[in-house]
């Protein structure tokens, strides 16, 4: 997981890139930074914590230039520490080059073991650093970047989204099969590419679309323009971020979220109708969700839980008994609309089961009549090796557990989860453009130890490089 983005604007960047991260919190709350760069030197600002906590006015005031790219990362288990914290500066004979990357490698291990055996020393312990080394090793062959991200796409696999900065020109790139999330946008006074809508909505910006997978963007005080350096024969878009992870207001792939999430609510309805008096969600993941489910059933929407505002998501705690502690400090039951009722309670997701067995305990100790939990996703029964912090099988409570032993487990009344085909219906992507490696345990990358999906993800690298350089924009902003 993780949040980036990469912004030129001609009144300074470092404000914009502090607004960015801050509408892109969601996607990591365990370290942010900042580098610009100002026609000379580079600048950088980076820390522990959430955006708010890391940054202050003096520090940003001190992150000169016109261009720079930002970073929020996620913390996965083992690796919060602070030299992991992204972006991450290099430089290179007379170059200058800094980096911002989302995504996960499946041969990261490999990568790593090949330049060791060069005599190339890491600092970090990051996928990020193996795609910096990647790409600087063939651009010192080549003195081309664009050579040197075709490369990086022929050796690296997994998902990745990328922006790179070197000498003050901005460069973004998506893997092959566009699993990660990136978007590209107009401002008032420049340009921006992020990994949600919602950085440009903040910076009062327009989406012009996403980048498409395979795609790199070259980005200057000028314009952009776009190169379409690999072909895939299918996509792999996360089914994950349409059920949790992106902002309920971003638009991804031409689809608002929101909406997404609304007809999964109808869809939960439509597949498991219940007679109730309340529909409430998980706040605030289930939200959207909610209210699908209420608008289609007609069951009046009515909160049963309130949100403690200042707590992180509970998920970040890591052992098992600091996140029980965390749920309870995060949520509140409503007794009085919760007393002698049947509540619909709706979240996105189940994966350990802790939030759900702690909620309905909540429920029927606030006295509910009935508790029926709709889940916007179906059964997590598997890892994720491909940039969602999802927890082993042996944590995940579905992967070994039928449907009714989870029910009885949380003590629900009944529990369903939405299928997939209507979450591929809601989504609107078809189900073979979507890796759903966490809902079926097929993956769309070959995963050792694990299975791939009968038909693999075939792609051609550099089909367009004798194009590059003069490879016409495909959008582009006359600035
Ligand atoms: P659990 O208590 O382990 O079943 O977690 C389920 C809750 O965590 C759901 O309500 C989701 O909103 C949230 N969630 C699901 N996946 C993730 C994830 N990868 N990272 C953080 N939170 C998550």
């Given at each position: 997981?993780?949040?980036?983005?990469?912004?030129?604007?001609?009144?300074?960047?470092?404000?914009?890139?502090?607004?960015?991260?801050?509408?892109?919190?969601?996607?990591?709350?365990?370290?942010?930074?900042?580098?610009?760069?100002?026609?000379?030197?580079?600048?950088?600002?980076?820390?522990?914590?959430?955006?708010?906590?890391?940054?202050?006015?003096?520090?940003?005031?001190?992150?000169?230039?016109?261009?720079?790219?930002?970073?929020?990362?996620?913390?996965?288990?083992?690796?919060?520490?602070?030299?992991?914290?992204?972006?991450?500066?290099?430089?290179?004979?007379?170059?200058?080059?800094?980096?911002?990357?989302?995504?996960?490698?499946?041969?990261?291990?490999?990568?790593?073991?090949?330049?060791?055996?060069?005599?190339?020393?890491?600092?970090?312990?990051?996928?990020?650093?193996?795609?910096?080394?990647?790409?600087?090793?063939?651009?010192?062959?080549?003195?081309?970047?664009?050579?040197?991200?075709?490369?990086?796409?022929?050796?690296?696999?997994?998902?990745?989204?990328?922006?790179?900065?070197?000498?003050?020109?901005?460069?973004?790139?998506?893997?092959?099969?566009?699993?990660?999330?990136?978007?590209?946008?107009?401002?008032?006074?420049?340009?921006?590419?992020?990994?949600?809508?919602?950085?440009?909505?903040?910076?009062?910006?327009?989406?012009?679309?996403?980048?498409?997978?395979?795609?790199?963007?070259?980005?200057?005080?000028?314009?952009?323009?776009?190169?379409?350096?690999?072909?895939?024969?299918?996509?792999?878009?996360?089914?994950?971020?349409?059920?949790?992870?992106?902002?309920?207001?971003?638009?991804?792939?031409?689809?608002?979220?929101?909406?997404?999430?609304?007809?999964?609510?109808?869809?939960?309805?439509?597949?498991?109708?219940?007679?109730?008096?309340?529909?409430?969600?998980?706040?605030?993941?289930?939200?959207?969700?909610?209210?699908?489910?209420?608008?289609?059933?007609?069951?009046?929407?009515?909160?049963?839980?309130?949100?403690?505002?200042?707590?992180?998501?509970?998920?970040?705690?890591?052992?098992?008994?600091?996140?029980?502690?965390?749920?309870?400090?995060?949520?509140?039951?409503?007794?009085?609309?919760?007393?002698?009722?049947?509540?619909?309670?709706?979240?996105?997701?189940?994966?350990?089961?802790?939030?759900?067995?702690?909620?309905?305990?909540?429920?029927?100790?606030?006295?509910?009549?009935?508790?029926?939990?709709?889940?916007?996703?179906?059964?997590?029964?598997?890892?994720?090796?491909?940039?969602?912090?999802?927890?082993?099988?042996?944590?995940?409570?579905?992967?070994?557990?039928?449907?009714?032993?989870?029910?009885?487990s949380i003590a629900a009344t009944?529990?369903?989860?939405?299928?997939?085909?209507?979450?591929?219906?809601?989504?609107?992507?078809?189900?073979?453009?979507?890796?759903?490696?966490?809902?079926?345990?097929?993956?769309?990358?070959?995963?050792?130890?694990?299975?791939?999906?009968?038909?693999s993800i075939d792609f051609v690298?550099?089909?367009?490089?004798?194009?590059?350089?003069?490879?016409?924009?495909?959008?582009?902003?006359?600035?």
């Open positions: 997981m993780c949040g980036i983005v990469g912004i030129v604007d001609a009144g300074g960047v470092s404000h914009p890139l502090y607004y960015a991260l801050f509408a892109l919190q969601h996607r990591g709350q365990e370290s942010a930074g900042i580098s610009t760069w100002d026609g000379s030197s580079f600048y950088k600002f980076k820390g522990m914590g959430l955006v708010a906590e890391v940054f202050t006015k003096e520090t940003l005031s001190e992150l000169k230039g016109h261009v720079g790219i930002g970073h929020v990362r996620y913390p996965t288990t083992g690796a919060n520490l602070p030299e992991n914290t992204q972006p991450f500066n290099f430089r290179f004979r007379d170059h200058h080059f800094a980096i911002a990357y989302n995504g996960n490698l499946v041969n990261s291990a490999e990568l790593r073991d090949a330049f060791e055996q060069d005599g190339e020393i890491f600092s970090t312990t990051t996928d990020t650093e193996i795609v910096a080394s990647t790409i600087v090793h063939e651009f010192r062959k080549s003195g081309k970047i664009e050579e040197a991200i075709i490369h990086c796409m022929h050796v690296l696999r997994g998902s990745y989204s990328v922006i790179l900065m070197l000498d003050g020109i901005l460069y973004a790139f998506r893997d092959p099969v566009g699993i990660k999330p990136l978007c590209i946008g107009t401002t008032e006074n420049g340009f921006v590419v992020a990994s949600e809508s919602v950085a440009i909505d903040t910076l009062g910006g327009t989406l012009v679309r996403d980048v498409y997978p395979g795609e790199l963007f070259r980005i200057t005080g000028a314009g952009f323009e776009a190169m379409q350096i690999a072909v895939a024969d299918r996509k792999a878009h996360c089914i994950f971020e349409y059920i949790y992870f992106a902002r309920a207001d971003s638009v991804m792939e031409g689809k608002l979220v929101y909406d997404v999430r609304r007809q999964i609510g109808a869809s939960l309805f439509d597949e498991a109708p219940v007679r109730a008096d309340l529909v409430s969600p998980v706040p605030d993941s289930g939200t959207s969700v909610a209210i699908g489910f209420s608008h289609h059933s007609g069951i009046p929407y009515l909160e049963a839980l309130m949100k403690n505002r200042y707590t992180a998501r509970t998920f970040i705690k890591p052992s098992q008994k600091e996140r029980e502690q965390a749920v309870r400090l995060k949520l509140n039951p409503i007794i009085g609309h919760i007393e002698g009722k049947k509540v619909v309670l709706v979240d996105d997701s189940i994966v350990r089961g802790t939030t759900s067995r702690h909620i309905v305990e909540l429920m029927k100790e606030s006295g509910a009549a009935e508790v029926h939990v709709r889940i916007g996703s179906p059964q997590i029964i598997a890892p994720c090796y491909l940039g969602v912090d999802m927890p082993t099988r042996a944590e995940l409570i579905a992967s070994t557990r039928p449907v009714e032993e989870v029910k009885d009944t529990l369903h989860h939405v299928s997939l085909e209507a979450l591929v219906k809601a989504i609107g992507i078809d189900r073979e453009n979507l890796c759903t490696g966490c809902l079926t345990g097929k993956y769309p990358l070959s995963i050792e130890g694990e299975s791939c999906l009968s038909r690298v550099g089909s367009y490089q004798a194009k590059l350089g003069s490879f016409p924009p495909r959008t582009g902003a006359a600035k």
